[in-house]
């Protein structure tokens, strides 16, 4: 069983940054695809960002673009997003996911594990 755990969330002003982490417990004879989603309330889940084992390929939501940065560091078997300049529409709750692939999918189907969530509140 893989397990994910996100951390890091919490209140900031407009403007401001997060870094969210996610540790996973992972098979090292597999490849995973990492990816960060997010929901607010009342709103579907919402693709964020991916990234490939490697590191090599990334994917980026339109809204986030040039915002966020998604990284990993597989020695620590952790997943960051780092969130700067923050808007009040970035509030949700953030969920870490991932699934064994060399694709970095935007469709939430696509996971096969997930996290708990933290909760991102960005104030106006």
């Known amino acids: 069983q893989v397990q994910l755990v996100e951390s890091g969330g919490g209140l900031v002003q407009a403007g401001g940054s997060l870094r969210l982490s996610c540790a996973a417990s992972?098979?090292?004879?597999?490849?995973?695809?990492m990816g960060w989603f997010r929901q607010a309330p009342g709103k579907e889940r919402e693709f964020v960002a991916a990234?490939?084992?490697?590191?090599?390929?990334?994917n980026y939501a339109d809204s986030v673009k040039g915002r966020f940065t998604i990284s990993r560091d597989n020695a620590k078997n952790t997943v960051y997003l780092q969130m700067n300049s923050l808007k009040p529409e970035d509030t949700a709750v953030y969920y870490c996911?991932?699934?064994?692939?060399?694709?970095?999918?935007?469709?939430?189907?696509?996971?096969?594990?997930w996290g708990q969530g933290t909760q991102v509140t960005v104030s106006s």
């Open positions: 990234i490939t084992r490697s590191g090599g390929n990334t």
């Open positions: 996911a991932a699934t064994p692939s060399l694709s970095t999918y935007e469709r939430a189907k696509e996971y096969d594990y």
């Open positions: 992972v098979s090292t004879a597999r490849s995973y695809t």
